[in-house]
């Protein structure tokens, strides 16, 4: 089965900091991996997808065969960044549990 | 051109009372998900629908849990006799079809449920 684990149910940054959200999958096959986010009174949408390899308002994520990683990445975070973030797999979407990231002034 | 709808938006109802909320899909999408999210948690999967037909159920958390669709339209998820450990936001996404890219879910902006 498809899992993803997010280790971190909260983060907190200062403005203009660097941020990491950590997301490690377990599954065999080839991975397809990506991060949804939900910014308050906001519906859940996608952020990003490891397979078009870009960068979405500023955010990276990298997957890691190696270390079996997809970390959300932003070299210098914004306070408009503070939202509800998932990774997840594709398919029926075990979702991770979520990390809530606060960025703050 | 709509996406996801989801209703009623808010739903407030006693506990042992019975209630339906509705998902209207994006035109042509097949699949089907419905999610919770209690506060301060994560997202709960608990069933999808590929077409009218949902073949697995094993995330619904109990048998008062149900849910149905139409064909490859509206699908309905009805909590039986709530139970105020029912409160939450309940999500449902779609996506074009089930097997194969592209893989995005589009959700829609969820029921608040609150039983009293």
């Known amino acids: 089965a498809q899992r993803v684990t997010q280790p971190e149910k909260l983060l907190s940054v200062f403005k203009g900091a660097p941020v990491e959200l950590k997301c490690n999958y377990s599954?065999?096959?080839?991975?397809?991996l990506f991060w949804y986010v939900q910014y308050s009174r906001q519906r859940l949408q996608l952020l990003l997808r490891?397979?078009s390899r870009e960068s979405i308002k500023g955010f990276t994520a990298d997957l890691n065969k190696g270390e079996t990683s997809f970390h959300l990445k932003k070299p210098f975070a914004q306070e408009e960044d503070s939202a509800m973030y998932y990774c997840?797999?594709?398919?029926?979407?075990?979702f991770g549990a979520g990390t809530r990231l606060t960025v703050k002034p | 051109g709509a996406g996801v709808s989801q209703s009623p938006s808010n739903k407030v109802t006693e506990k042992g009372k019975d209630v339906e909320l509705r998902c209207d899909p994006i035109?042509?999408?097949?699949?089907l998900y419905w999610y919770r999210q209690r506060l301060g948690q994560g997202l709960e999967f608990l069933i999808y629908?590929?077409?009218?037909?949902?073949?697995?159920k094993s995330g619904l958390p109990s048998d008062r849990f149900s849910a149905e669709r139409t064909g490859e339209s509206v699908s309905t998820l009805t909590i039986q006799r709530t139970q105020q450990e029912d409160s939450a936001v309940y999500l449902c996404?779609?996506?074009?079809?089930?097997?194969?890219?592209?893989?995005?879910?589009?959700f829609g902006p969820g029921t608040r449920l609150t039983v009293t």
């Open positions: 599954y065999s096959g080839s991975p397809e």
């Open positions: 996404a779609t996506r074009p079809q089930l097997a194969g890219p592209p893989y995005e879910q589009y």
């Open positions: 997840a797999p594709r398919g029926y979407m075990r």
């Open positions: 629908f590929q077409g009218n037909s949902a073949p697995d």
């Open positions: 035109s042509g999408h097949t699949a």
């Open positions: 490891h397979i």
